[in-house]
């Protein structure tokens, strides 16, 4: 009884202590006057000029930052590593769910929202997305596979695995290859294309791309897992 | 003249979410919510996709597939949660007619 | 009037947080949470960072749910 009393005068601070700071975050949001010349009036600057970039958040997150980029891909495979050695995949699904207006709706919705992630994806120097958004909408639809289809659909694990490694070293060639070429890792070494056409941005797009096969196939074979993991 | 019927479609639209939010508020038990959040806010949406469409008639093309995809969506949706909703617990009311029973016995 | 959207959100958002810390039943935090990730969809969004939106819309309602909801599935809750 006691500790209960307790519990609960701490989650009431906890409470009061989330929106005091709720508060101040607001009031810092709303009041938010950048002034001057900022960083991002810089990075804009040396973008225009050096990777013909439509969307400058990808060319930050790949061309001028690629190497946060891999230690996130690593920290991802890492993770991925990890689910699948603690939880390895049994043949039961846990949502096996039998319904026909499920059947024909999820095979409709599929092949589309494929599409859209891969259009995400080579389309990430131009609009917003890039190879982790397009990758995890790939890997979105193979999640609502899972749920449907219950225990007659599964993924080809040697498929998944070469593109995945694949992927990951294509990667890191094309770091390896700037450090090579350029003078640093990450470099351009292909031809610029003109603002705002399919085939500019250079390097990024194949960065992209590499980066989406690779997280496209490590969050699928990760709800693999989850979806159908073993009683414990 | 077209920007005046987009802004009375938005609002019509704008006025169907509101009613099936507070359907979703004010009705006893699961089926009835979702009577009422699927229907008022299926034709909400397109109501404001369609007002969206008399606002701007350039993005025609993806607003009309932004309304085939909720047309998709959230029907199916909705329905497999009433049936996962009625296979679970069954009726509110236990004197109604129950014709998904009779069928499945 | 965005200002006054933004204010809401936040709300809305803090009002969900403490709905997904203290509601009884650990499934309904689930949902709760789905709720959250459309409202900082939202917010990212307004703060015009659509990358981020993508992908907190796929992740916050798709996937982190799933694997929510499994953790749940596979293991049982002890009230005392």
Not at chain 1, 108 to 118: D, K
Not at chain 1, 155 to 178: D, P, Q
Not at chain 3, 15 to 21: D, Q
Request: glycine residues 10%.
């Amino acid at each position: 009884m006691n500790l209960k009393r307790t519990l609960r005068v701490e989650t009431l601070l906890v409470a009061l202590l989330v929106s005091v700071t709720t508060l101040v975050l607001m009031q810092i949001l709303l009041n938010l006057h950048l002034a001057g010349h900022s960083l991002g009036d810089e990075i804009l600057h040396i973008n225009a000029a050096s990777t013909q970039s439509a969307n400058a958040v990808t060319s930050v997150v790949t061309y001028f930052r690629g190497l946060d980029t891999l230690g996130e891909v690593s920290i991802l495979f890492l993770s991925i590593f990890g689910v699948a050695l603690h939880m390895p995949r049994g043949s039961k699904n846990l949502f096996s769910y039998h319904n026909t207006l499920l059947y024909i709706g999820v095979s409709i919705l599929f092949p589309l929202m494929l599409l859209f992630g891969v259009y995400v994806i080579l389309h990430g120097h131009l609009s917003p997305g890039g190879g982790f958004q397009g990758g995890v909408i790939i890997a979105g639809a193979f999640l609502l596979r899972f749920l449907t289809y219950g225990d007659h659909y599964e993924l080809k694990e040697r498929v998944v695995s070469l593109s995945e490694s694949l992927s990951g070293a294509g990667f890191i060639v094309l770091g390896l290859l700037g450090l090579l070429v350029g003078d640093r890792i990450f470099t351009q070494i292909l031809p610029l294309g003109t603002l705002g056409e399919l085939l500019s941005g250079g390097v990024i797009e194949l960065i992209y791309i590499f980066v989406g096969l690779k997280v496209s196939a490590e969050i699928s074979l990760l709800a693999e897992h989850f979806v159908k993991a073993h009683n414990v | 003249m077209l920007e005046l019927l987009g802004f009375v479609l938005g609002f019509v639209g704008a006025l169907f979410l509101l009613l099936s939010a507070l359907g979703l508020w004010r009705m006893p038990d699961t089926l009835s919510r979702m009577h009422a959040a699927t229907k008022a806010s299926t034709l909400g949406t397109l109501l404001v996709i369609a007002g969206a469409i008399c606002y701007a008639p350039h993005l025609w093309f993806k607003l009309i597939l932004l309304g085939l995809f909720v047309l998709l969506t959230n029907p199916l949706s909705s329905s497999i949660l009433a049936r996962s909703s009625y296979i679970k617990e069954g009726f509110y009311h236990p004197d109604g007619v129950d014709a998904l029973k009779e069928e499945r016995s | 009037m965005i200002d006054f959207l933004i204010l809401s959100i936040l709300l809305s958002l803090l009002v969900a947080s403490i709905m997904i810390v203290f509601s009884e039943d650990l499934s309904h935090s689930v949902i709760t949470y789905m709720g959250f990730g459309l409202g900082s969809t939202l917010l990212y969004f307004l703060f015009s960072a659509p990358d981020v939106a993508l992908t907190e819309a796929v992740i916050g309602a798709g996937i982190s749910s799933t694997v929510y909801l499994v953790a749940l599935l596979q293991t049982s809750v002890h009230e005392s």
